[in-house]
């Protein structure tokens, strides 16, 4: 009898301590130095505070520390979903929302989530923040009939496809516009957002090829189920029977209970955007806003203190992997920090451009900051280290300072979708129960055609002198 030949998947714990002892290796053989506004200096060598081989170790809870926000945001939100399942409210609204849609419109439906997420990717620069809302529009996505492929793309490729182009992104062009500024570049108090134009056309590309390779791949399996790249992962637990959904209503508890969470997503785009009563929200204050709307929807669902505290915890207990990866995968950005090698590392790369022509420089410059990205995910804090020392260097070899922060935004932004360093990919992958394996077998094309589109716009930018 054949034996049948067990399919073994990479497990994203193994997959980044890899990495992080890797490059703990790494630290007793690169030297340590400092990058402050664009002037490398080496440092000397001391084994006991650059090169400690118990920082591999150190790099895990580190790395969860560094991450904290995020941490407690995703188990925070894990606790509110759990209450919200509890009331009924999440099942009966998506079955509400299949009802109205149908099959005749759930084309239309997958396209507007894609848009609406890469708009907030591209315009508010938002990825993290989503982090509530990915649950939600998996269940939805599974609910409509397609596979959970096609639900963590929806999320994954529309924010961070948007955040790619970035019209008005202000973790990426903000910031790099704004050390711009501080370098004399670009005079004092400029628009952030010189140069809105061309990211706007590239915006409208990379979501529509966006769109358009998800719908391909998601009416091929709506078609035939047995194509589905993740057709042997049991995803019955996170999808809802829809067999009567012509039967469901909503109750006015429900209805209330769902007018919570609208309340808790309005109060986060107005704090997180213009800010309350002054003050601008950040990642914590979001967590704490849906702790609210989780225990006004326990006590709207007529449930008891302790069930609605049961609830909080039973949800984030089922959470604390996707908590635990997010905070492991910064171990990588740790381990060389504390070894203060990510300046070497950056500073050896970038000289690599010295002497090229324009165009190779520009593309050497995406190379470069695709690999980087693999080390430092956040784009504000790479971009901090790198803007200003690329810039100049792109301005002696005849790249314009807005071609550099295009170059950077691509170099950051594709790979986000890859990198499994980054571990807010790896929480929304996990939101669809999708392994990593075959988010690559999916991505990776896709990928392919992200880095022509920019190689493209990079030759657009340089005839016209962007």
Request: aromatic share 10%; with cysteine; charged share 10%.
């Amino acid at each position: 009898m054949k034996k049948e030949k067990k399919q073994v998947g990479i497990n994203p714990f193994v997959l980044i301590f890899a990495v992080i002892f890797i490059c703990g290796l790494l630290t007793f053989v690169i030297t340590p130095g400092t990058l402050t506004d664009g002037v490398y200096t080496p440092l000397p060598k001391n084994q006991l505070n650059f090169n400690n081989l118990f920082n591999i170790f150190r790099a895990v809870p580190y790395g969860i520390k560094d991450s904290a926000n995020i941490v407690i945001l995703i188990l925070t939100v894990g606790g509110a979903l759990e209450v919200y399942k509890k009331t009924g409210a999440i099942d009966a609204g998506i079955l509400t929302v299949v009802q109205k849609f149908g099959k005749s419109s759930q084309t239309m439906l997958l396209v507007a989530l894609i848009v609406l997420f890469s708009a907030i990717g591209g315009f508010l620069g938002w990825i993290e923040t989503l982090i509530p809302f990915v649950p939600l529009v998996v269940a939805t996505v599974l609910a409509l009939g397609y596979d959970a492929m096609t639900a963590v793309a929806v999320c994954i490729i529309g924010a961070m496809g948007g955040f790619i182009a970035g019209p008005t992104n202000l973790y990426t062009v903000g910031v790099a516009n704004g050390i711009l500024q501080k370098m004399g570049v670009l005079p004092e108090g400029s628009d952030l957002f010189v140069g809105l134009g061309l990211r706007v056309i590239l915006w409208i590309v990379i979501t529509a090829v966006s769109t358009i390779y998800i719908l391909v791949y998601a009416n091929k399996v709506l078609k035939d189920p047995s194509k589905s790249l993740v057709a042997d992962i049991d995803v019955s637990d996170i999808r809802l029977d829809t067999t009567k959904a012509d039967e469901a209503k909503l109750t006015t508890p429900q209805v209330m209970v769902l007018l919570t969470i609208v309340g808790a997503v309005v109060l986060t785009v107005i704090g997180m955007k213009y800010g309350i009563n002054g003050v601008k929200w950040a990642i914590d204050d979001v967590s704490a806003v849906f702790l609210l709307s989780g225990i006004l929807s326990g006590i709207i669902g007529k449930m008891s203190a302790g069930d609605i505290a049961d609830c909080l915890i039973a949800g984030a207990k089922g959470s604390i992997g996707g908590a635990m990866v997010v905070g492991v995968a910064r171990g990588v950005y740790w381990v060389l920090n504390a070894a203060n090698v990510n300046a070497t590392i950056i500073y050896s790369a970038i000289k690599l451009l010295e002497g090229t022509s324009p165009f190779v420089a520009a593309i050497g410059i995406v190379i470069i900051v695709t690999f980087i990205n693999g080390l430092i995910p956040s784009g504000s804090g790479k971009g901090a280290l790198l803007i200003p020392i690329l810039v100049p260097i792109g301005l002696s070899l005849g790249l314009t300072h807005q071609t550099t922060v295009l170059a950077y935004q691509f170099g950051d932004g594709i790979t986000n979708m890859f990198w499994f360093s980054y571990g807010t990919l790896l929480i929304f992958l996990s939101y669809g129960k999708v392994p990593l394996d075959k988010w690559y077998k999916f991505f990776i094309p896709l990928m392919g055609i992200f880095y022509v589109i920019a190689f493209v716009f990079i030759v657009i930018a340089l005839k016209i002198g962007y």
